[in-house]
């Protein structure tokens, strides 16, 4: 940071105990944002959730914990693992699953903090970046939400404060803490896999802009690279060597690569899937309720705004530098903080737009998560660093309208999430509540009762996880119903998940003077018994 001159009145953001004292109110308030109500809001597991649940159950009871979990599609097993600690402490609860969720999106926020204060040289900037990640819906949303990926925001806004502050103190311990930050990337979520973009990138844009680079730092560079390989070797060890048929995953089936998929028409499949992923930001967002709320957009209107004008200027003064750098040779290293919030951005949305399935998809690209809203800091620096030059009536103004826009970041997102999302009958689809229900439903139900589910395979899922070892339960598939046989004196019941009347109507034809019953709270969430 530039030092004051002489005389001058300090600005309030190089005050740092005041700083700390705001950092810790915006903490407070994203930890509270992912923490509250979490048993309802979303209201049910969703059953990929689930399965993460049932692995971290099984990992608990055998003990072994797993590099990677095979089951639906294969996930990276860190998370998996994490998720295993908190329920053997919480129990297989929500809570239980999703804490490690919402302490990820919480320690995001300051990383978010941590980041931008690094690349910016102000507190004020790490500030604004904090409070815009506490309060982004789309940061809320996944950090409630027992899915591996809320891990990747965290794993890379660390490695890289670690990387920058290293470039800056020229400190061997901070590349040390980088690369086994970013190593541990590999054991999180697929889309960590084109990161390593980022940083050749950076590499060679550190080559261009500092002179004598590699004499000057290649210890540094090979403490990174060690400890990189040192903390994803048993993760590179299991992809190459051990199991490599882990990795041949849904991803080749869904890729705009696929010939299949692309049938000879590459560009204008890539053409309108990265324009839908870029239009996610500011115009139509993921229609898909589990990750945004359709069809707007993941950003709010401001935030949104804030971020269009942030990479505008940084495209601008990527150019400007790139252009005196090999022109007048000027060596200017606010170059490579705009190549690496480039690079940063367009790298982790190619999970996205080589996909063709479901786009745009706000879950693919979180790895642009924490570098949208550093780049959206921008605009509001730029006028935080001028306010003090305009005149009094003005300046007024402009205080105003920071308050009116941050008041209104808080809200705006806030009451969509907590308001709008948590009473929408269709959020309540999106992550099956009825499940939920259904497994209420059996708690009330004595120990003794026999109870035959019939459901799918993922919806059995949500009902196993939060009923471990529930006594006299059995699950079937619809074409298994015929195998089910109780008489007016048993102690038995039949729950369908769905309205499958074909198969309703069939087992109540088959049970003379059966009682049906349909469940149906007010959300619409519903399921179905037959029972003496």
């Known amino acids: 940071m530039k030092k004051e001159e002489k005389g001058a009145v300090t600005p309030w953001y190089q005050d740092r105990t005041l700083v700390a004292g705001l950092l810790f109110a915006i903490l407070l308030a994203a930890f509270t944002l992912r923490f509250a109500n979490i048993e309802n809001i979303p209201y049910s597991i969703f059953p990929d959730e689930a399965q993460n649940g049932i692995d971290a159950q099984n990992a608990n009871a055998s003990g072994q914990y797993k590099l990677f979990y095979e089951s639906n599609n294969g996930r990276e097993g860190l998370f998996i693992n994490i998720q295993a600690m908190s329920i053997k402490m919480l129990g297989s609860t929500t809570l239980g699953l999703k804490l490690p969720s919402i302490i990820f999106g919480t320690l995001t926020v300051l990383g978010v903090f941590l980041l931008s204060s690094e690349l910016f040289g102000s507190y004020l900037a790490g500030l604004i970046g904090a409070y815009l990640t506490t309060f982004s ?51 999180t979520y697929i889309a960590f896999r084109v990161s390593p973009l980022v940083l050749i990138v950076l590499f060679i844009s550190l080559l261009i802009t500092r002179e004598k680079f590699l004499k000057n730092y290649w210890q540094h560079v090979l403490i990174f690279a060690v400890a990189m390989f040192v903390s994803s070797a048993p993760m590179l060890l299991d992809f190459f060597y051990w199991n490599p048929q882990h990795y041949a995953s849904r991803t080749s089936e869904i890729s705009i690569l696929n010939p299949t998929v692309n049938q000879g028409h590459i560009l204008p499949i890539v053409a309108k899937t990265f324009g839908l992923s870029l239009a996610k930001y500011n115009f139509w967002g993921d229609q898909n309720m589990r990750q945004n709320y359709p069809p707007y957009p993941i950003l709010n209107p ?198 499958d009347w074909e198969t ?27 029972a003496y």
């Open 504 to 530: 309703i109507n069939a087992t109540r034809n088959r049970f003379p003077n059966i009682n049906f019953q349909q469940h149906t709270n007010r959300f619409g969430d519903t399921f179905y018994t037959l």
């Open 137 to 187: 819906y789309w940061a809320i949303n996944f950090s409630r939400i027992g899915f591996r990926a809320i891990m990747l925001p965290f794993i890379l806004t660390f490695a890289f404060y670690f990387l920058f502050r290293g470039l800056r103190t020229k400190k061997l311990h901070d590349f040390l803490l980088a690369g086994f930050i970013y190593g541990l990337g590999l054991h």
């Open 302 to 499: 401001i935030t949104g705004l804030a971020f269009l004008i942030g990479l505008i200027y940084i495209f601008s003064k990527f150019f400007h530098l790139l252009y005196i750098r090999f022109k007048n040779k000027v060596r200017d290293q606010k170059l490579d903080v705009y190549v690496f919030l480039l690079i940063w951005f367009f790298a982790l949305l190619i999970p996205e737009f080589l996909a063709y399935e479901g786009n745009p998809h706000a879950l693919r690209s979180i790895g642009t998560l924490p570098v949208v809203m550093i780049i959206a800091v921008l605009p509001f620096l730029w006028i935080f660093k001028k306010i003090n030059s305009f005149g009094h009536s003005f300046k007024i103004f402009v205080l105003s309208g920071l308050i009116a826009a941050f008041t209104f970041i808080a809200i705006f997102d806030t009451v969509k999430y907590f308001v709008f999302f948590a009473n929408s009958p269709a959020q309540h689809g999106a992550f099956e509540g009825n499940l939920k229900e259904v497994s209420n439903y059996i708690r009330t139900l004595p120990g003794a009762t026999q109870k035959n589910i019939v459901t799918g395979s993922m919806q059995r899922l949500t009902i196993g996880f939060l009923n471990q070892n529930l006594p006299n339960t059995t699950y079937f598939y619809p074409d298994q119903v015929e195998s089910i046989n109780f008489g007016p004196d048993s102690k038995a019941v039949i729950i369908f998940t769905n309205a």
